[in-house]
């Protein structure tokens, strides 16, 4: 799906009204769902679907055991739970069903932050307190315990706070430490412990307004600002292949990142959370993040949002509702476990059929089984035939099995214009083969008849026919005036001459140009290409494009002409309207152009729609610059001064048509609500 450039944050407050209160209800197996399960279309818009997960059981401990502010956790191949106890100072060890294993580290640690468990069942512990890492084996015996680095690479200056680790199987450690914004540190074991450098280190942004600050502010001005430094990952993950992921608050788009061990970023989220508290890979390439208020994101290998459900707990202690999330870890049957750090708890969730189908459809599309995963997308597609995602896995399904017309079916429901353009090409490029030679004779055909009729035409005169009516057609006012529009397009200033001295000014051609303008930009906007639209499938918005049209240029005319009345200005309103419109007529010439290459260019070649586009506007522009000034008769100088003065008046009455707007709406308001006393009280006395 092609990524969105405009923001598609995906904040708090969409969700929030998705929590509502029942009562307080304990923690029980299959409670009821208590949130709302929401995804992104192709429009970006955020839309409810199904329910991806169901709040399955609360854990607050094992055994007898309960936690005390855990910190992190981390789910073994064999299923058991690694929670890091902070407040106890240990970790404990449980299995889902909530039974004791064992505790390890009790009187070593002093507040571990961070655990992680490797494929030969070693323990790895991130204690911030004690600024260390611990070593344990499967029985809980301390192996090796990593202090800060004695490499003068780390600094000097810096202390080492470890609060979030993983581990990948050459025992190299990724370890997040409290305000060290140089990135995550890197660990060998070799020799005691080794430091490798940081890595997948942020980058700061700064924006134009700091950096004119920065120039003109003096150094103890400058001392005084907030310095930009890069941001410290609140937390990481490491999947089967090694892939490090990292959750940063702040980073905005950046803020899930998918790194490669050269530390470079493989995705680019299209939808994230302000304040993100954990990350973990799933079991089909998918991944999670979870925000601190408790929503959870799930996501595909490429950074797509699937699904985001979960929420901030209202005070009910419902299942499935959290405070404070502190960490989340993925088991082997797909569960999710969301680690609660304010209320020492662990809330679980479970797939619904929904979910498992999209799993199983990633699982097999990304193996390159593209035809064993419709089977699962079809049934994605019975259950929510709306759900964008489905449609494009199925169009990009369709495209591997080479029906291209399918794909293009699917990838227009999904508005995936990558998987649309792809689709096109492939068609358009079966077209060409199968036509190309019929094409290419029938334009030697047409240069042939024209030929023909220019010969036949100087020896019989046989267009006179057709110059009689051009002719006659020039002594109607209203038709010379509308060819004069090309005369106008190519002679601007000769032009805007016939429109001052001339009698070209006409309010009729003016009316038509503006009905033909009107008419393009409401055909170009609806039934352009697909890769072009940007408006959404079936929405149709005529009269208010008709309106939005006439209130501009009747606006831009009037405001301009009193600009002019009171800069000396020569143009009445007839011409300064006439001007105006026949400055829209590269619009009217190169739009059809725009409309015909909209329905034959792939994603591509749509750099000749852009040029096209811009040649028009600019085009535009300068007749209108030239208009002003020749009618109107003024210098350079004065046409860019009015021009100004134009663009500010037009804005001042914007601004007054939107005050008037508010008021009228606030009295409209007001007087609906008397009468909707009036009439109560008139039917509570009946």
Not at 567 to 577: A, W
Request: hydrophobic share 40%; proline share 2%.
């Amino acid at each position: 799906m092609k990524r969105r450039k405009w923001a598609i944050t995906i904040a708090a407050g969409f969700l929030i009204a998705a929590v509502f209160a029942l009562g307080a209800g304990s923690c029980a197996v299959y409670a009821e769902t208590p949130y709302k399960t929401y995804t992104v279309d192709g429009y970006g818009r955020v839309r409810e679907t199904q329910t991806a997960y169901l709040a399955y059981e609360t854990l607050t401990g094992f055994g007898e055991e309960s936690f005390a502010e855990p910190g992190d956790m981390c789910i073994a191949e064999d299923g058991n739970i690694y929670v890091a106890d902070t407040g106890n100072a240990r970790v404990v060890v449980g299995n889902s069903e909530g039974e004791l294993v064992k505790i390890i580290g009790e009187e070593i640690l002093a507040a571990p932050k961070g655990v992680y468990v490797t494929d030969n069942r070693h323990v790895y512990v991130a204690d911030r307190d004690a600024e260390a890492v611990f070593e344990f084996d499967e029985e809980g015996d301390l192996l090796n315990r990593y202090a800060k680095p004695d490499s003068p690479l780390y600094g000097d200056a810096l202390s080492f706070q470890p609060i979030k680790i993983v581990v990948n199987d050459s025992g190299i450690m990724f370890i997040v430490c409290e305000s060290n914004t140089n990135g995550i540190v890197e660990i060998s074991p070799a020799n005691g412990g080794t430091f490798l450098g940081y890595f997948g280190t942020n980058y700061t942004s700064v924006n134009l307004q700091t950096i004119l600050y920065r120039i003109i502010l003096t150094d103890a001005q400058r001392a005084k600002m907030v310095s930009s430094i890069p941001a410290t990952p609140d937390n990481l993950a490491i999947d089967e292949k090694e892939l490090i992921y990292t959750v940063t608050r702040g980073d905005e788009y950046d803020t899930l990142k998918k790194l490669n061990m050269a530390g470079n970023n493989l995705i680019e989220a299209d939808a994230y959370d302000d304040v993100p508290a954990a990350v973990a890979a799933g079991n089909h390439d998918n991944i999670y993040v979870a925000s601190q208020q408790g929503y959870i994101y799930e996501y595909n290998s490429e950074g797509e949002l699937l699904y985001v459900f979960g929420g901030p707990d209202d005070g009910t202690q419902r299942v499935g509702l959290s405070t404070l999330v502190s960490a989340m870890q993925v088991d082997g049957r797909n569960r999710i476990y969301i680690l609660d750090s304010d209320m020492s708890q662990i809330q679980v969730y479970e797939p619904t059929e929904f979910t498992d189908l999209l799993h199983r459809a990633l699982y097999l599309y990304a193996n390159g089984r593209y035809t064993e995963s419709k089977e699962p997308l079809t049934g994605i597609l019975e259950m929510n035939s709306m759900f964008d995602y489905a449609n494009m896995a199925m169009g990009r399904v369709y495209y591997q099995e080479e029906n291209y017309e399918m794909a293009l079916t699917y990838a227009r429901l999904a508005k995936d214009y990558e998987g649309y353009s792809d689709a096109f090409w492939e068609i358009r490029n079966l077209w060409l083969k199968k036509n190309i030679v019929p094409f290419m004779a029938g334009i030697v055909f047409l240069w042939l008849l024209w030929k023909l009729i220019k010969a036949l035409d100087k020896k019989k005169h046989i267009l006179d026919g057709y110059r009689a009516w051009k002719e006659n057609s020039r002594k109607n006012t209203v038709l010379s005036n509308l060819f004069y529009v090309k005369y106008f397009m190519y002679h601007p200033i000769d032009g805007s001459y016939g429109i001052a001295r001339e009698g070209r000014a006409s309010y009729k051609a003016s009316h038509i140009l503006m009905v033909l303008f009107t008419g393009e930009y409401i055909i170009n906007k609806y039934l352009c290409g697909f890769l072009q639209k940007t408006i959404r499938e079936g929405r149709f918005e005529v009269f208010s494009d008709i309106g939005m049209i006439a209130v501009i240029m009747l606006g831009i005319t009037l405001c301009h002409y009193l600009v002019c009345t009171i800069n000396d200005g020569e143009g009445t309103i007839k011409k300064i309207y006439t001007y105006f419109t026949y400055s829209l007529a590269p619009y009217l010439f190169l739009t059809p152009i725009r409309f015909v290459l909209s329905h034959i260019l792939t994603d591509n070649e749509q750099f000749l729609i852009t040029m096209v586009k811009a040649a028009m506007y600019g085009w535009i522009l300068v007749l209108g610059v030239i208009a002003i000034k020749e009618v109107n008769n003024y210098t350079s100088g004065e046409t860019c001064k009015v021009i100004c003065l134009s663009i500010f008046t037009i804005l001042v009455m914007a601004l007054l048509l939107f005050i008037i707007y508010v008021l009228w709406a606030q009295v409209f308001e007001f007087i609906s609500a008397i009468v909707g006393e009036v009439v109560y009280r008139i039917g509570s006395r009946n």
